[in-house]
Nanobody
Framework: QVQLVESGGGLVQAGGSLRLSCAAS????????MGWYRQAPGKQRELVAG???????NYADSVKGRFTISRDNAKNTTYLQMNSLKPEDTAVYYCNMGIRRSPRRYEYDYWGQGTQVTVSS
């Protein structure tokens, strides 16, 4: 069994910063891509940032220059550093990882439980 546990959300004023963490635990052989998504009330879930196993990153246009995704492979963890936060960044943030549990198993998508980020104006 694999679990993704997120931490670091909270309430912050506009212009402030937060750092989200997501750690995977359990029976893990390898982790491919890691990513962060968010879902605001009444909106669809959207990709915020992703990082490949090789370290290549991609970002939604709305967060470029403000957010930074990183990963620590030794800890099976991904981070999202969020700076210059805006009220429109308010959402539940979810981490996602493509994980293989053994060499003979396919890769599956796993999701964290979500963490609330609220940015006040």
């Amino acid at each position: 069994q694999v679990q993704l546990v997120e931490s670091g959300g909270g309430l912050v004023q506009a212009g402030g910063s937060l750092r989200l963490s997501c750690a995977a635990s359990g029976s893990i052989f390898s982790i491919n891509a890691m990513g962060w998504y968010r879902q605001a009330p009444g909106k669809q879930r959207e990709l915020v940032a992703g990082v490949t196993s090789g370290g290549s990153t991609n970002y939604a246009d709305s967060v470029k220059g403000r957010f930074t995704i990183s990963r620590d492979n030794a800890k099976n963890t991904t981070y999202l550093q969020m700076n210059s936060l805006k009220p429109e960044d308010t959402a539940v943030y979810y981490c996602n990882m493509g994980i293989r549990r053994s060499p003979r198993r396919y890769e599956y998508d796993y999701w964290g439980q979500g963490t609330q980020v609220t940015v006040s104006s």
